[in-house]
């Protein structure tokens, strides 16, 4: 090797390690940016191929050096800063969240509201920055400006999300489940009243709320009940009496204390045939708000026996106290209310939740991975695309149970850190300072003895 291979050589170490240096540079920087993926450099040496002997190295007489290249760790896992907003998610596990660089932001004012429309590039650029938050048009975009592309839920197919914040509307009572044992060492006239409660078709959290009163009447005769029920405001307000029997053990295949039979004389009501093992149900059409609402109360099912687990289902036994037990009774409607916020679930559902505790769930965040992670395009604001060697994009969806696409999960309320660790940067700049130095003292060194080469020619 020459003077020149030398001073060749050291040159491409100096440059190696000032290559190395900027990338230590650069994840100190971003130490602190969340959703950054730390860059290490990867080292590899030069062997030149002019040979005089039959080994490429031990007889070759060209200087060799180093080339110094970015080694990037995409896929590597950060770790989580819990921030408590709603908006807010984290990828645990592979994957890269889609979303879309705005192109055109449109801000109007329509009857006295203000609303936004935005336009993406039809290109997809994928994060790992799930700092969301909806902006002035309902829609998800993080802290670098990127828009949200989520799916339709059950789905892979990608689009801008913008937030439907209209108010969820009321869903009326249809059915009734009503649960009890009423006791069969009760009193001639014995009565127990119970209030349920149901909702009309326009019933908010402040309206459209009724009381369906169910009554309980023991008769004088054995095993014989009476049920009355007053809904309604306006038409029929009153149902019944309907008679309710219990066997008492003499009329196989009913067993002793299990619902026998049902029957009434009033019109407005509709009952199930008494069947062994047949539902046992009542039908009524009472009137809210000068509209009748069809309902259905549910006791569960004849000669059935008692089952806590049971929705629905009426039984008599004696009882200490001379009362019903077991009572429980539930409806199916659900009041309407304003929307809330959006939240996020580990399988990245986007949850619409609404001010009385109500939340539907429309969308999801869906998932891309790709065969070589480490080799997508990097861009500024922390994004990727995709390249030749990184392959193209997978999309998967957490809660699918084939996960095809090898996708994570989430981890909601909650962002990806840096994947930099301060501690180790410092010992490789350390190192990458000793290498510049050490190669600088060959240069030098190379520089003083071809300047005493030439001086001899003097």
Do not use: C
Not at 51 to 80: C, H, M, W, Y
Not at 224 to 231: F, M, R, S, T
Not at 375 to 380: F, M, V
Not at 407 to 435: C, H, K, N, W, Y
């Amino acid at each position: 090797m020459t003077f020149f291979g030398a001073l060749g050589t050291a040159v491409s170490g100096v440059n190696a390690a000032a290559t190395w240096v900027g990338s230590i540079s650069d994840n100190i920087a971003n130490s602190t940016t969340n959703g950054y993926k730390v860059v290490n450099t990867a080292f590899s040496d030069l062997v030149h191929n002019k040979v005089l002997g039959e080994s490429p190295v031990i007889d070759s007489t060209k200087q060799g050096g180093v080339l110094a290249s970015a080694k990037f760790e995409n896929r590597a896992q950060g770790g989580f800063l819990q921030t408590f907003q709603t908006t807010n998610i984290a990828v645990s596990g592979q994957g890269f969240i889609p979303v879309g660089r705005p192109t055109n932001i449109v801000d109007t004012t329509v009857n006295g509201e203000s609303d936004r429309t935005v336009t993406v590039d039809s290109t997809t650029y994928f994060t790992r920055l799930g700092d969301f938050h909806m902006d002035a048009g309902n829609y998800l975009v993080n802290s670098n400006g990127y828009y949200l592309l989520a799916s339709p839920l059950g789905t892979t197919r990608t689009q801008l999300l913008k937030v439907d914040d209209s108010p969820i509307e009321a869903i009326p009572t249809s059915n009734i489940s009503f649960t009890a044992n009423l006791p069969a060492n009760a009193t001639n006239g014995a009565q127990s009243r119970y209030s349920i409660p149901v909702y009309d078709a326009n019933a908010t959290a402040t309206t459209g709320q009724h009381d369906l009163q169910v009554t309980w009447t023991k008769t004088a005769t054995a095993n014989e009940w009476q049920l009355q029920i007053d809904a309604g405001e306006t038409g029929q307000t009153s149902f019944g009496p309907v008679t309710v029997t219990f066997a008492d053990g003499s009329t196989p295949p009913f067993a002793a204390g299990r619902l026998q039979s049902m029957t009434t004389a009033d019109a407005g009501l509709t009952l199930t045939p008494s069947t062994d093992g047949g539902p046992a149900t009542i039908s009524l059409s009472p009137e809210f708000g000068g509209a009748a609402q069809d309902l259905t109360l549910d006791l569960g099912f004849f000669n059935a026996s008692f089952d806590a687990s049971a929705t629905a289902g009426l039984t008599q036994y004696t009882t200490p106290t001379g009362q019903p037990s077991n009572v429980d009774f539930n409806q199916d409607g659900l009041p309407g209310a304003e929307f809330k916020n959006v939240s996020f679930n580990d399988l990245g559902h986007i949850i619409y939740n609404y001010g009385n505790g109500r939340s539907q769930t429309l969308f999801q965040v869906t998932l891309a991975n790709f065969r070589e992670p480490d080799r997508l395009d990097r861009l500024d604001d922390t994004t990727f695309l995709p390249t030749s060697s990184s392959g193209t994009a997978v999309f998967g969806n957490s809660d699918d149970p084939d996960n095809p696409a090898a996708v994570g999960r989430f981890v909601p309320a909650t962002v990806e850190q840096s994947t930099v660790d301060i501690a180790e940067q410092m010992t490789f700049l350390v190192q990458a300072q000793q290498a510049y130095g050490m190669n600088s003292q060959v240069i030098t060194a190379a520089d003083q003895m071809l300047s005493r080469l030439i001086d001899l020619k003097r």
